[in-house]
């Protein structure tokens, strides 16, 4: 089993609002308990697939 979270990173203090927020999604093995991460610029099925 795959457990799957996604976050929406927060802005930091030299980008303004106007730039596009990054999402991170981490990925946790239930077996071995391997942490996976990736940073993507967005929120989509295609991040997603990538990152599985």
Do not use: C, W
């Not at 990925?27 to 996976?36: A, T, V, W």
Request: hydrophobic share 40%.
């Amino acid at each position: 089993m795959l457990h799957v979270v996604t976050k929406r990173l927060p802005l930091l203090k030299n980008k303004t609002k106007q730039q596009t927020r990054e999402y991170l999604f981490v990925g946790i093995d239930d077996f071995s308990r391997e942490l996976y991460v990736g940073i993507y610029p967005d929120k989509s099925q295609f991040s997603l697939a990538q990152f599985l």
